[in-house]
């Protein structure tokens, strides 16, 4: 998956370093615009948002605010097949073992973008080197699994919604004790904090037909730093640097 990203980034790179021109800016020229999108990264997904404000004929201050989610490369998504879903018992939900907390960003950055190259018809691409750097809030948000408990003396089972803990690891670490994942909304009232920065680096790729209109296509280099290692599994070596290659499309209006 990185190199497939390594090579769109290089390959876009070498498209905008062939395609500059020296000449003078052509049509109108907007001091405003607003947009957002989604991007993929090597560690999940985003979803942002970006005002740009122009100070110069070449240049824009950008403001971004961006959601993102961030997996571990460790993560596994399976499902436990027990041949039969007990009478008034949901099925079995995926799940991912060994997995402690589900982790989230929320970025606010601000920084620039230099055009390198200026779209020469209607049909051509814009190419601006964008650069951001800001603050980020790490959201945890506690990973519950379904477990497995038997009843005193009877086959029987009862299923209890748990997060991990000292007191339960043998239980949820146990293969045979998993029925499932709990679902979204478990540990949505026990999130907890972790403030970091952020920055970004990309190319952006804009071939909107008309010039108000903003349709872009960006590569580039993440770079998120937190103050302690961010606990997303249990047994897996856990990250306090996240590094990303990323792909985004992004929509908006200029004024």
């Given at each position: 998956m990185k190199h497939v990203f390594a090579f769109v980034i290089l390959f876009f790179i070498a498209t905008a370093a062939f395609s500059q021109q020296p000449a003078e800016l052509k049509g109108i020229i907007y001091s405003t615009e607003l947009s957002g999108g989604i991007s993929v990264h090597t560690s999940g997904w985003g979803i942002f948002a970006d005002l740009g404000k122009r100070d110069e004929l070449k240049k824009k201050t950008i403001y971004q605010f961006e959601f993102t989610q961030i997996h571990?490369?460790?993560?596994?998504?399976?499902?436990?097949?027990?041949?039969?879903?007990?009478?008034?018992?949901?099925?079995?939900?995926?799940?991912?073992?060994g997995k402690?907390?589900?982790?989230?960003?929320?970025?606010?950055?601000?920084?620039?973008?230099?055009?390198?190259a200026e779209r020469a018809e209607r049909s051509g691409v814009e190419v601006g080197l964008k650069l951001l750097g800001g603050v980020s809030l790490g959201l945890l948000k506690p990973y519950y699994l379904d477990l497995l408990y038997p009843v005193d003396n009877t086959t029987q089972y009862r299923i209890l919604s748990e997060k991990y803990s000292e007191e339960n690891a043998s239980t949820f670490l146990d293969w045979f004790s998993i029925y499932g994942g709990s679902g979204f909304a478990y540990g949505l009232d026990e999130i907890k904090f972790i403030p970091g920065a952020h920055l970004k680096a990309g190319l952006n790729f804009d071939w909107a037909t008309y010039d108000d209109f903003l349709k872009a296509l960006e590569v580039g280099v993440i770079f998120d730093a937190y103050y302690k290692k961010?606990?997303?599994?249990?047994?897996?070596?856990?990250q306090q640097f996240f590094p990303n290659l990323y792909v985004s499309l992004q929509f908006g209006k200029k004024w």
């Amino acid at each position: 998956m990185k190199h497939v990203f390594a090579f769109v980034i290089l390959f876009f790179i070498a498209t905008a370093a062939f395609s500059q021109q020296p000449a003078e800016l052509k049509g109108i020229i907007y001091s405003t615009e607003l947009s957002g999108g989604i991007s993929v990264h090597t560690s999940g997904w985003g979803i942002f948002a970006d005002l740009g404000k122009r100070d110069e004929l070449k240049k824009k201050t950008i403001y971004q605010f961006e959601f993102t989610q961030i997996h571990s490369s460790k993560e596994v998504k399976q499902t436990i097949d027990f041949g039969f879903s007990p009478f008034g018992i949901n099925s079995p939900k995926p799940f991912i073992y060994g997995k402690q907390n589900n982790f989230y960003l929320l970025n606010a950055a601000i920084g620039r973008q230099l055009m390198l190259a200026e779209r020469a018809e209607r049909s051509g691409v814009e190419v601006g080197l964008k650069l951001l750097g800001g603050v980020s809030l790490g959201l945890l948000k506690p990973y519950y699994l379904d477990l497995l408990y038997p009843v005193d003396n009877t086959t029987q089972y009862r299923i209890l919604s748990e997060k991990y803990s000292e007191e339960n690891a043998s239980t949820f670490l146990d293969w045979f004790s998993i029925y499932g994942g709990s679902g979204f909304a478990y540990g949505l009232d026990e999130i907890k904090f972790i403030p970091g920065a952020h920055l970004k680096a990309g190319l952006n790729f804009d071939w909107a037909t008309y010039d108000d209109f903003l349709k872009a296509l960006e590569v580039g280099v993440i770079f998120d730093a937190y103050y302690k290692k961010v606990p997303i599994m249990i047994i897996e070596k856990n990250q306090q640097f996240f590094p990303n290659l990323y792909v985004s499309l992004q929509f908006g209006k200029k004024w």
